[in-house]
């Protein structure tokens, strides 16, 4: 968490209940509701130890989640909201936090995200209205910021990096290498992610060694 000298980052974590989601991902073996959880549980205690992150809000109705999210401090749960959708459950987290501070919106199947990495990327979004960092594939969209007092809009989805262009927001100074261009849909990117060293509870399910 922050140092208090500078306003730390807000972050909105939006997570699908784990019986919904990751349905692209096959992974011979390994139960796909575990997995999507262990996936979302990585990325979110990644949140919640990056330094310049002040609040983690994860958007969701995952019960089971919930719960094994109990062993990460400082985290806040807003349900989903209705009419649901991607964009409308970042909306309604972004909604439960003061416009004053910096805030993001990072999607919730990195699984090999490092604090540091988040960090490196919040920081080059300071004095930047609004800034987006585009996933490995170079369409998607891993991170969506907007800095204090910016009204906040969202188009995740298909092409999502070049509709957040289109809303004004500027790329990020992340290198390809980072951490944070790594969400996970299919085998290949969950491959790629276990190359980069996967965060604790997703390793220990496909039983390579962690980060
Ligand atoms: N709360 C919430 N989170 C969502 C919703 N749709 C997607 N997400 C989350 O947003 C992130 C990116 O989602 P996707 O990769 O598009 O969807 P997914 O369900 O994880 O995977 P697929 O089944 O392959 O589409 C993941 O963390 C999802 O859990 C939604 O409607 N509500
Ligand atoms: C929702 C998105 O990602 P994906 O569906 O590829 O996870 C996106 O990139 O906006």
Known sequence: MTDGTVPGWAVVVPVKPADRGKSRLDVPGVDRVALARAIALDTIAAVAACDVVERVVVVGDDGGLALEAGAISGLRFVPEPAPGGLNAAIAAGIETVNERMPRAALLGDLPALRPHDLAQALRSARGIARGVVADADGAGTTLLTAAPGVAWESAFGEDSFAKHRALGAVPLDVTD???????????????????????????????????
Do not use: K
């Open 177 to 211: 290498a980072s951490t944070l261009r790594h969400d996970v849909d299919t085998a290949e990117h969950f491959a790629a992610a276990i190359a980069l060293g996967l965060g604790p509870r997703t390793a220990a399910l496909v039983r390579v060694s962690e980060r």
